[in-house]
């Protein structure tokens, strides 16, 4: 379904219009509102104009508002007058132009004024310009909603969430996106590298996501994905019916990326760190995309493959100090049920705070 973005509330407002009109009554149309400037129903321009008079809708122009209230003549298909409107706030002009029949149109009295946000004032003098003050208004929105997106992305991490709970090929993958657009994506621990971008395409919100390097994950996220929501806290994205939603997550307790782990030197300069295995279990099992441990299971930490092996020596896993600044630790997880295990190296790195 298209969703479009232009509800968003904004500080600019790149014009504000007051409408010139005074009452005017059936013999004055042809000299006060001038045919030529007649709106019709069917136009693009009366469907601009609607936008802006919404008060609560998705299709809302939030950096254009009417001053009210403005005289507002309503022509039949013949372009004789039909009805004659005092129009008196953003809910009663939406409402009238609701109810304009089919093959109608509208007459506004030209000149605009146009007062800017700066105070400067200019003249909107015919339907044509009009049009082209709405269509810079929807240009000057859609650069702030793409850069206003940019800016999310670069704020902490984003975790993807699978609509289709069914499946869960890239739950938990975690998109790291840098200040120039550039991303790392992590999934089960491997490190994708691309790019993305935020566009619009007339006035559906789209990002184009670019992996680097071919392969089944290129194939499944360098797409076309329109955006359906979004905020600093969660965004939903969307192509051909499969959709994402990445949740902005910003404690690094709460996701994974590799099975690397860092944790501060001690004293400085000893290369040397204290490491709280038990903390890292939620992760390994994530990011190897294992069961969770029950009553029947057990995991242990060990120094060598050939410990891990035999299941000799296992280490402390509330208290364990490095050997070197990197180390390699071997975690082996058995699942009793089964009666199957799995042994999964994972890094240790002691670094300088």
Wanted: proline share 2%.
């Amino acid at each position: 379904m298209k969703k479009q973005f232009l509800k968003i509330t904004l500080l600019l407002c790149v014009g504000f219009f007051t409408f010139s009109c005074s009452d005017l009554d059936d013999n004055e149309e042809v000299g006060t509102v001038s045919l030529e400037n007649v709106i019709q129903k069917e136009s693009e321009l009366f469907g601009l104009i609607e936008r802006v008079a919404e008060t609560e809708d998705e299709d809302e122009i939030t950096c254009i508002k009417f001053l009210y209230s403005f005289t507002m003549l309503e022509f039949d298909a013949d372009l004789m007058v039909a009805n004659e409107y005092v129009v008196s706030s953003d809910a009663n002009f939406s409402f009238i132009l609701e109810n304009i029949p089919d093959g109608n149109s509208i007459g506004i009295n030209f000149p605009i004024q146009s007062i800017l946000e700066s105070g400067e004032e200019f003249l909107i003098q015919n339907k044509d310009e009009l049009k082209q003050a709405i269509d810079d208004c929807i240009d000057v929105q859609q650069q702030e909603i793409t850069g206003q997106c940019s800016l999310y992305f670069q704020e902490c991490v984003w975790v993807v969430r699978h609509d289709d709970e069914t499946e869960d090929t890239y739950e938990n993958a975690v998109f790291d996106v840098a200040d120039d657009g550039t991303f790392d994506f992590y999934n089960n621990g491997e490190l994708f590298e691309g790019t993305w971008i935020f566009y619009f395409i007339e006035d559906e919100l789209h990002v184009n996501i670019t992996m680097d390097e071919p392969g089944i994950t290129a194939d499944d996220w360098n797409l076309d994905w329109v955006v359906l929501s979004y905020s600093s806290e969660l965004m939903q994205f969307e192509n051909n019916g499969i959709s994402f939603t990445l949740n902005n997550e910003c404690e690094e307790e709460n996701y994974c990326t590799q099975l690397i782990f860092s944790e501060c030197e001690g004293i400085d300069g000893s290369g040397i760190s204290e490491f709280i295995f038990e903390n890292y279990i939620p992760c390994i099992l994530q990011i190897e995309d294992l069961e969770a441990l029950t009553d029947e299971d057990s995991i242990a930490f060990y120094e060598t493959q050939i410990d891990a092996d035999a299941e000799t020596n296992p280490l402390s896993q509330t208290s364990y100090q490095n050997s070197t600044q990197e180390q390699t630790i071997y975690v082996r997880v058995n699942y009793g049920a089964n009666n199957e295990f799995f042994i999964i190296p994972i890094t240790i790195i002691s670094t300088t705070c």
